[in-house]
């Protein structure tokens, strides 16, 4: 009996295809079969070698190529015909990125399996704009928090304790309940004049970068047509970014004179 192959659970990073770290890149060029998602660049997928399958998996809010299950019951399938599979995923397959789920189905059906972690969202979209998830004197803590379950949901998202027990709130999924999220934090005793950083498209060529406050964040977003992908930052460091832009204006005025 053939004995199974391996699958390779990665993380591609946060959009920029050269934040892929080195032992994701290798298992891509030595894969057979690669299961990608939506946000994966197209450029990774050239790095696989000529003859790997790909397969599109990928899900956008309301329309999912295939479902979760069966993406599980292809990965069994593939590796028990004996192939070296990837399973690429954007940002970091353990943060919002149902990874742990692929894993228990891997585990519970004996195949081998690797997780090779990727930046998330949250680091690199925020650094990338020029926003520290922390900062001395600013914040000492952070969470990262799906935006996606403000109404109706089974377990919904505690923002009574996340508007105070955290410094900086590195929101995903968020941009279609901007306006729920912003009442509920507000609700919940959180400023107004709280800073709000919106970065779409974190780390890519097509990065757009805004800033407001926690209470016009919502007419931001409608105004610029802010879409997914897109991260929201709530807390004081996002003044930092405003000082950075300040010192590099500063540099370009006397460098430039």
């Known amino acids: ?37 939506r946000l994966v660049s197209e450029e990774l997928l050239a790095y696989a070698g000529p003859f790997a399958e790909l397969v599109y998996v990928g899900k956008a809010p309301g ?34 990125g149902r990874g742990g789920e692929e894993a228990l189905a891997l585990a519970a059906a004996g195949i081998p399996y690797e997780v090779i972690p990727g930046i998330t969202s949250a680091l690199g979209a925020a650094a990338s704009a020029g926003v520290p998830l922390t900062h001395r004197g600013a914040a000492a803590s952070f969470a990262c928090v799906t935006g996606n379950r403000c109404h109706g949901d089974q377990t919904p998202i505690r923002w009574d304790l996340l508007a105070h027990s955290v410094d900086t709130l590195a929101i995903y999924m968020g941009v279609s309940q901007i306006g729920a999220i912003r009442e509920e934090l507000l609700r919940h005793g959180k400023s107004a004049s709280t800073p709000v950083a919106l970065i779409e ?57």
């Open 63 to 96: 329309r999912h190529a295939m479902p979760q299950e069966e993406i599980e019951r292809w990965l069994i399938r593939y590796a028990m015909d004996g192939k070296r599979v990837v399973r690429l995923k954007g940002g970091d397959p353990f943060v919002f």
């Open 201 to 257: 498209r974190g780390t890519t060529c097509r990065q757009r970068t805004f800033t407001c406050t926690l209470d016009d964040m919502h007419k931001l977003a409608a105004a610029v047509k802010l879409s997914n992908p897109a991260l929201i930052v709530v807390g004081e460091v996002v003044r930092v970014r405003e000082q950075l832009q300040l010192f590099e204006h500063q540099a370009e005025v006397y460098y430039g004179s």
């Open 1 to 37: 009996m053939k004995p199974p192959g391996m699958v390779s659970i990665i993380g591609a990073g946060p959009g920029d295809p050269e934040l892929i770290t080195v032992k994701a890149m290798n298992r891509l060029r030595e894969a057979e079969v690669v299961l990608y998602d």
